[in-house]
């Protein structure tokens, strides 16, 4: 029981000093990139910047414990910080008390529908969010965060939930742009895209081995850090209009309860399940592939609950909602990471620089903060994808279309609720009108195939439906509406033949159809026969009356069926 739910009961039996060596080296890398990272994603959240840091400690140090993942790492992340921006917007002004707590308690809910979730395999949920639809979203909202980012890099005030908003807010203030935030802004934004490119080749030729090249190149951001800090204090930009930190309190989290207001609670419900589902989905999409790399297993229900205990130690720290970060994962996963105790690690390492380095960071431009951020989410940007969406599904494609504009339009929440609500709608569409297909035997041979496509052989007497679906309520009336039909186009049929090999559920409506089909077919002076039936579909239909009531038989083989059936060939004379 307790080895189900505590996963690092498992890896601690075999936990030695290489793996404690090559966790803290990976963990020392992973601080150093987290600290700007933390900073910048709360500023995103529209909190003050040490709440960033704050959540990137307890939060580490409960996925250890709970998560399955040898190298996820847990922390504030873009999407989600945009999206905790939205939810709260609308229910506190940003820099006071409320809007804090407000955030404190839509870490604690997510963190408590996780782990529900999870206690309940509830993970499935995630799967209403297709591919389509997270890509449509993660764009969108890419391209929000990118322009939200702009008004500190021209040093003006401007403010907005998408985008619209966002580019009005721009033009109305662009005549107050500060030119040395502007400089520092556009020279940290073109450093880091070069860095991305170009750097790690450049150390490469330099000598240095390809691992820590590219451990190098990843952590641009801290060189960026580290020189507009610098050239601010030297140059004092901040009494030129440079906007900075400033004053970060020294010292770790204090631990409180969050707070428990039933009316706060039902203001944050719905952002606090699409936040738990998005931030799901992102985080075990990134732990299955990196576990993948190394062949090792996650459990999608077990990583519920640890990123709900995550986001549970988040709020009981003063921190906003988290989860699995790509970039962070993927440099601890290159660093060499071997068990989830590096994140707990990485955590001493940013409670340490909480207690003793942000009086260092208070001349870092709020600038090269949002440098970072741009660089980092323009990466997700994927416009191509539409293309490639719109080649192989137009559905598809109509779901990531609407995504990204009502995400674009209207913001993260309507935008994410309306790509779902479309993919559900779409699915139901298709599957309300299944494919079929009248098919023959392929001379020679036990197979049957369409005989629209191939040359098959056919029996004047035979009518084999090939259904391609599951039936359930949907396309129930279809089914019977496609028999129907065949039937009185074919006067001459005294058997039909409903081949199931892709029918994997029959729900009542679908058996009540059946029933249907069966009573006027036999009224036609039909027989209907079903063949290649599913063991779980028959174990059902064995539970009703309807094989009882069927005038003709269940085949295992189509094959079997036609035999049985067919006309027999007149030998030749």
Partial sequence: MFKRYLPILEWMK????????????????????????????ALLAGLPAEVGLYASIL?????????????????????????????IGNIAVQGTEQYLTAAIALAFISGAMLILMGIFKLGLFANFLSHPV???????????????????????????????????????????????????????????????KNLKNLLLRGGL????????????????????????????????????????????PSLALPPFDPDLW????????????????????????????????????????????????????????????????????????????AGAFTAIGIAIATLLLTPLIFFLPKATLAATIIVAVLSLVDIAALKRTWTYSRSDFSAMLVT??????????????AGVGLSIFLHLHRTSKPHSALVGQVPGTEHFRNIDRHEVKTDKHILTLRIDESLYFANARYL???????????????HLILMCPAVNLIDASALESLEAINARLKDSGVIFHLSEVKGPVMDKLKRSHFLDDLTGQVFLSQYTAWEALRTPEKAPL
């Avoid at 742009?177 to 895209?193: D, S, W």
């Avoid at 028999?483 to 009185?488: D, F, G, I, K, P």
């Fill in 209 to 252: 081995n390809a691992r820590l090249s590219d451990l190098i190149a990843k952590a641009g951001p801290v060189f960026v850090v580290i020189i507009t800090t610098l050239i601010t204090w030297g140059g004092n930009l901040q009494n030129q209009g440079v906007k900075v930190i400033g004053v970060i309190p020294q010292g770790l």
């Fill in 14 to 41: 075999i936990y030695d000093r290489q793996m404690f060596s090559s966790d803290a080296i990976a963990a020392v890398i992973v601080t150093i990139m987290l600290i700007p990272q933390s900073l910048a994603y």
């Fill in 404 to 417: 990204i504009i009502v995400t674009l339009v209207q913001g993260v929440e309507l935008g994410i609720i």
């Fill in 266 to 341: 039902q203001q944050l419900f719905v952002s606090a399940l699409l936040i738990s589902v998005v931030g799901f989905v992102e985080s075990v999409s990134v732990a299955q592939t990196l576990a993948a790399k190394r062949r090792q297993r996650i459990s999608p229900d077990q990583e519920l609950i640890g990123l709900g205990t995550s986001n549970l130690a988040s709020s009981f720290s003063g921190g906003f909602p988290v989860t699995g970060g790509f970039s962070r994962s993927v440099v601890n996963f290159d660093a060499g990471a071997e068990t989830p105790a």
């Fill in 480 to 494: 019977e509406d496609r028999v129907y039909e065949l039937v009185a186009l074919t006067p001459t049929v005294k």
């Fill in 134 to 196: 997270i890509s449509g979203f993660i764009t969108a909202s890419g391209l929000i965060i990118a322009a939200s980012q702009l008004k500190h890099i021209l040093g003006i005030e401007a403010s907005g939930h998408n985008l619209l908003d966002i580019l009005l807010a721009l033009c109305n203030h662009i005549t107050q742009t500060n030119l040395a935030t502007v400089v520092i802004g556009i020279g940290a934004i073109a450093f880091l895209f070069w860095a991305r």
């Fill in 59 to 87: 939060p580490l140090i409960a996925y250890t414990i709970f998560g399955t993942s040898r190298t996820l790492a847990v922390g504030p992340v873009a999407v989600v910080s945009l999206m905790t921006a939205a939810a």
